[in-house]
Nanobody, 132 residues
Framework: QVHLVESGGGLVQPGGSLRLSCAVS??????????IGWFRQAPGKEREGVSC????????FYADSVKGRFTISKDNAKNTVSLQMNSLKSEDTAVYYC???????????????????????WGQGTQVTVSS
């Protein structure tokens, strides 16, 4: 059973940085055909895709809204996926969720359009607030 736990959220000033982590259990082999995606949902708005990484070959994908500011990475030894967020803006304020799905191309390409996706497994979310 795949289980995801996010951490690292908090309050940060505009222009600041924050690093989110997603602890992944249930996916152990580096050859497992899974994607881990980050999504976010701001109050009163629909959930949107942020970034995605392929578990087997670490290909990365980004929505235009975060490209050049956010970096997704995977640590095989710790079985975690991180989202490094730099140059944060007030519009980045949201609850951030990590999700896992076996349809790697479908989920990751969907995320590049900033769209939501009904992934198979979800974490509980972590709040990111960008405010002065």
């Amino acid at each position: 059973q795949v289980h995801l736990v996010e951490s690292g959220g908090g309050l940060v000033q505009p222009g600041g940085s924050l690093r989110l982590s997603c602890a992944v259990s249930g996916i152990t082999s580096t050859s497992s055909y899974y994607a881990i995606g980050w999504f976010r949902q701001a109050p009163g708005k629909e959930r949107e895709g942020v970034s995605c990484i392929s578990w087997s070959d670490s290909r990365t994908f980004y929505a235009d809204s975060v490209k050049g500011r956010f970096t997704i990475s995977k640590d095989n030894a710790k079985n975690t996926v991180s989202l490094q967020m730099n140059s944060l803006k007030s519009e980045d304020t949201a609850v951030y969720y990590c999700a896992a799905d076996r349809h790697v191309q479908t989920m990751c390409i969907t995320i590049t359009y900033g769209d939501s996706y009904e992934a198979e497994h979800w974490g509980q979310g972590t709040q990111v607030t960008v405010s002065s």
